[in-house]
């Protein structure tokens, strides 16, 4: 498992998790809404972990910077 997400992604995608669950805590999403995005931002809380996402793999994205700067 190749890692195939940068920083950024990963931020971005925190920063989507925790809106998430601010929004979930103070109540301002419940039912359906609640459950799918809890998935998402379960799914975007692993794959940030992880620094995988398997949906970019069939298109092959890779938001990871392979360049070394060099000093």
Avoid at 14 to 25: D, E, K, M, N, S
Wanted: glycine share 8%; net charge positive; proline share 3%.
């Amino acid at each position: 498992m190749k890692q195939n997400m940068g920083l950024v992604d990963k931020v971005i995608r925190l920063t989507v998790v925790a809106i998430i669950a601010v929004l979930y805590f103070t109540g301002q999403i419940t039912g359906l809404a609640a459950i799918i995005l809890g998935i998402i931002a379960v799914a975007f809380f692993v794959t940030s972990l992880i620094g995988w996402c398997p949906s970019y793999v069939p298109f092959g994205i890779s938001t990871k910077r392979t360049d070394k700067a060099v000093r």
